[in-house]
């Protein structure tokens, strides 16, 4: 019954439709919401365990064999990013409840969610590059939708640009695949990877494979980063957080996946181009993040430093190094979903964006000062919190590959991400309250809860890598060793 | 055949690009939708153009035409046509809240 594998993506579907018609009733749309985050993360759940026992399963829609249908291929990795992205819209959806507008929510804010989240897993789980396509857009159209919600004149202004950049990324993208389609005449990943094996990959394929650079450079924000930070502040909390934690990992994704599935055979030139895009983005992240004083901005810019740092993995390509990439996909997600639910609230808390305008929130809201402590010192990569895994391996690939450029200015990163992070917190955190008791905002319940659940997470995972540890080493070795995933998908029983 | 459409493909990039480079949004939007069939004429192309029958398993399984690229722009169109159509509501909002469709003046809005 490898139909199941189609769960993690039908259920937040069937969910997002289901919700539209009961646009009315808020509380209704909650209880369901949060019913059917539990299911697809139990279903991913479910997925991972059966990986483990049975290796990478592959579910072909309507029967057709591939490489002539579109499938679903779940290995350790796609899966592991299914299950984080379903409890971080969980926890986020908790955040929401509290935070957003009773006209937001009856503006279609739950089904929008669900169908992001249904692109999201749908983009992770396909094996068929067009099919890949399709779920971005599917992810993009409800992103857009999203991020225009509520209609403040800085939406709209911010979502033009958002979504003139990807409507451009999105033809790059469908110029890419009419290139190689026209080239190896297939679109299932593992038979591409077969053909270009079989021809090698000669200066067309490469090129090709650099179209499809620029078009997940552009969605993960890796160099070509510059629409981010204005989309990623302007929406409403939530959904700034939902968009930090999930959409530029799409990107990532997709890139690991081409580039060690399909286009491995020159790394020469594509692996030292992402190399080279990745010091770019950690330099320019650095340089974003100190430079702002909105709290929203130095967040965005936080997101973009660590997509150049996950890149290492890529860059490098060893065992440890695609294990440490995916410890810090997750971690990455977790705690993005953290900060920027933290930011949100400070913003509420004191109805001010910069942070020479706050001071001294530590002794009015003791949870969120010493959450955001936690949040720095893990996205820092301080053990033994959640980044410091993650950091370690890749590290460690890194000097295995004789990379030290790469690790000089990802572990320098590191220290720029603290400082800026550390601005905040001396900033906002510290010194003499602005806040007097009579006018101070109590903090809500529903606003606290998830974001110590989020903490929970990230000093979960930095404490029990080792809960983690066996689906990571599978993860990496597919990605290690793209015959795993061929054999899987090619050859592999129904 | 295919070299008659390729050339067809690029002059449509060319119109693209140069109502892209535009300050005026309906222009852009415009420019966004001519790059997609631009796009789709090109993934048509690269299947082949040749007149052949229909994909059915029959008498001459040789002579068929390649189905996929006709199934691809099929998704294709439909997702570029729901991508204007948002394109075109926003714009027209945006016009409404601002009182401007020159994406110069819209530049760094700051309403905070």
Not at chain 1, 116 to 131: C, E, K, P, Q, R
Not at chain 1, 233 to 255: D, H, Q, R, W
């Amino acid at each position: 019954m490898n139909n199941f594998l189609v769960m993690p993506m039908v259920a937040p579907l069937l969910t997002g439709i289901i919700l539209i018609f009961l646009r009315t009733n808020v509380m209704l749309q909650r209880i369901l919401a949060m019913v059917s985050i539990v299911l697809t993360a139990g279903a991913s759940v479910y997925i991972l365990e059966r990986i483990q026992l049975e290796g990478i399963l592959r579910l072909d829609f309507g029967g057709w064999l591939p490489p002539y249908g579109i499938l679903f291929v779940a290995d350790s990795f796609s899966t592991l990013l299914v299950l984080t992205s379903s409890i971080v819209t969980g926890i986020v959806l908790l955040y929401s409840f509290a935070s957003t507008a009773r006209a937001e929510e009856k503006m279609f804010y739950y089904p929008f969610i669900f169908l992001l989240l249904a692109g999201v897993n749908g983009s992770f789980l396909t094996g068929d590059i067009f099919n890949l396509f399709v779920c971005f857009e599917v992810m993009l159209l409800s992103s857009y939708a999203l991020i225009t919600l509520g209609g403040r004149k800085v939406q709209l202004v911010e979502s033009i640009k958002y979504i003139s950049i990807n409507v451009l990324s999105s033809w790059f993208f469908l110029l890419a695949i009419a290139y190689l389609y026209g080239a190896v005449g297939t679109l299932n990943m593992a038979h591409l990877s077969v053909r270009v094996a079989e021809v090698g990959q000669g200066p067309l394929l490469t090129v090709i494979s650099l179209i499809f650079l620029i078009v997940f450079s552009l969605k993960a924000g890796l160099l070509l980063y510059f629409w981010l930070p204005g989309s990623y502040s302007s929406p409403p909390t939530a959904v700034a957080a939902l968009f930090g934690a999930l959409l530029t990992k799409v990107g990532i994704y997709a890139m690991f996946r081409v580039f060690t599935l399909i286009f491995y055979h020159e790394p020469g030139v594509t692996h030292t181009l992402i190399g080279v895009m990745a010091i770019l983005t950690m330099i320019g992240g650095s340089i974003g993040a100190l430079a702002f004083q909105d709290i929203r901005q130095i967040v965005s810019y936080n997101v973009i430093i660590s997509v150049g740092f996950i890149l290492i993995g890529l860059v490098v390509s060893t065992d440890s190094a695609f294990q440490g990439a995916v410890y810090y996909l997750i971690h990455d997600m977790i705690s993005k979903a953290l900060l920027f639910l933290l930011a949100g609230t400070m913003i509420y808390l004191t109805g001010k964006a910069k942070i020479e305008e706050m001071s001294g929130l530590i002794r009015n809201y003791p949870i969120v000062g010493w959450l955001f402590f936690i949040t720095m010192l893990a996205i820092a990569g301080i053990p033994p919190l959640s980044g410091f895994i993650g950091k370690v391996l890749i590290g460690q690939g890194a000097i295995e590959a004789k990379a030290y450029v790469l690790l000089g200015v990802g572990f320098l990163s590191s220290i720029f991400v603290l400082y800026s992070l550390l601005r905040i917190f001396l900033n906002s955190f510290w010194g003499e309250t602005i806040i007097s008791e009579d006018e101070e905002r109590p903090l809500k319940k529903g606003m606290a809860i998830p974001v110590v659940l989020l903490g929970i997470l990230t000093v979960l995972l930095g404490f029990g890598p080792e809960l983690l540890a066996p689906y990571v080493s599978d993860a990496a070795n597919t990605l290690a060793n793209p015959e795993v995933y061929i054999e899987a998908v090619m050859n592999g029983k129904e | 055949m295919e070299t008659l459409i390729t050339l067809l493909v690029g002059v449509l990039v060319t119109i693209a690009v140069y109502l892209l480079l535009s300050k005026n949004m309906i222009r852009v939007i415009l420019g966004t939708a001519i790059l997609s069939h631009a796009i789709h004429l090109l993934i048509l192309t690269m299947g082949g153009l040749k007149k052949g029958g229909v994909p059915l398993i029959g008498d001459e399984p040789a002579s068929y035409t390649d189905a996929l690229p006709q199934a691809l722009i099929l998704t294709a169109i439909v997702i570029s046509f729901a991508v204007t159509a948002f394109l075109l509501v926003l714009a027209y909002r945006t016009y409404k809240e601002t009182g401007s469709d020159n994406l110069d003046t819209l530049r760094g809005v700051n309403d905070e």
